[in-house]
């Protein structure tokens, strides 16, 4: 499967789990040049358990949304200079994004554009701030990208919000119950 199709094919599944999802998910501003996002998910855990899950994508990433076909392949180096990386089968490997900030139990802040952007002359900031709240965590998640593309970015924000509200309902699924959800 191609890696645009894969994209555009899981949509309108990520579209109902968007729906059903305790996840607060929104384009917070869109121009033809970039765009911002926000997304916001309480989690029953301790900052300290959730960033812990935060940084071992392969436990709740979902499998369709990487390059290689498989989660397990994913991995999140959290310190600044480390990698979210992903090895492909063939002996191959993709950085998805640069870890610029990690601070355990509070922050995880990485450079990059990952999926159908990668190879666009595009790039972007995936922040994820923790605060304690509730007897658990408030989990907010900003990404910020902009540059270049033919046909724009404007039109890539809401694909890219229900992909990220898809992978914050997932990380919470699995954080509260063990398993990342369908």
Request: glycine share 12%; charged share 15%; net charge negative.
């Amino acid at each position: 499967m191609s890696r645009s199709s894969s994209v555009s094919g899981a949509l309108a599944a990520i579209a109902a789990l968007v729906l059903a999802s305790p996840t607060y998910a929104a384009v917070v501003s869109v121009g033809p040049s970039g765009f911002e996002l926000k997304q916001t998910v309480h989690i029953a855990a301790s900052p300290d358990k959730v960033y812990a899950a935060l940084i071992q994508p392969k436990l709740w990433w979902d499998s369709g949304h990487t390059f290689s076909g498989s989660a397990a392949n994913l991995i999140i180096d959290a310190r600044a200079g480390g990698c979210f990386c992903e090895a492909l089968p063939n002996g191959g490997s993709v950085q998805h994004e640069v870890v610029v900030d990690a601070d355990p139990g509070q922050a995880l802040v990485m450079r990059g554009a990952l999926g159908p952007f990668q190879d666009r002359g595009v790039d972007g900031a995936l922040a994820f701030r923790l605060t304690p709240a509730g007897g658990g965590t408030d989990l907010v998640m900003t990404n910020d990208l902009g540059g270049y593309m033919s046909e724009g970015l404007a039109d890539w924000a809401p694909r890219a919000d229900a992909m990220l509200a898809d992978q914050m309902a997932r990380l919470k699924a699995y954080i509260e119950t063990g398993k990342p959800g369908g």
